[in-house]
């Protein structure tokens, strides 16, 4: 694996355990205001973000490359509601949307096809991350952010499962 690359992907590994890491602080944030189903969702976030991170830790192996771990970031707390928190939510996965993108660039230019296909995966999963969140903001602004209507969504989203996806599937 070109030294390029491998470094980017260390990099990587570093914005998607970060991710996890801002995911479980939201959660946090929502086990303080007893909101259980909401904290749930966010902990099903944490996971797949762990997840996404040892997708691309195991790929390094795969093609002889080296894990270094650097120090994660202080993920911002200063969410101001149940909106908020999902409005930050989107604009974070845009935000990796955006750094997934440069990845497959850089996969493109350094000619790297086995890095591409990994990548396809990642492009699709963004484009769910991104519509998950823009539903749920969508949820709240249509159900409201106080009384029965959170109520309601609190419920739904407590329902959500992690489940890995099986080798080769979204
Ligand atoms: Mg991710």
Known sequence: MKKSINDALNKQINAEIYSAYLYLAMGAYFDGLGLDGFASWMKV???????HAMKFYGFV?????TVTME???????DFKSVLHVFEETLEHEKHVTSLINGLYDLAVKEKDYAFQSLLNWFIDEQVEEEDSAQKIIDKI???????PGVYMLDQE?????FTPPAKGEA
């Open 61 to 65: 192996y795969e093609r002889g490359g």
């Open 157 to 161: 989203l407590g329902t959500r499962v």
């Open 141 to 147: 602004k249509l159900a409201g952010e106080k009384g």
């Open 45 to 51: 976030q944490y996971e797949e973000e762990m997840f």
């Open 71 to 77: 120090a994660i970031e202080k993920p911002g707390a």
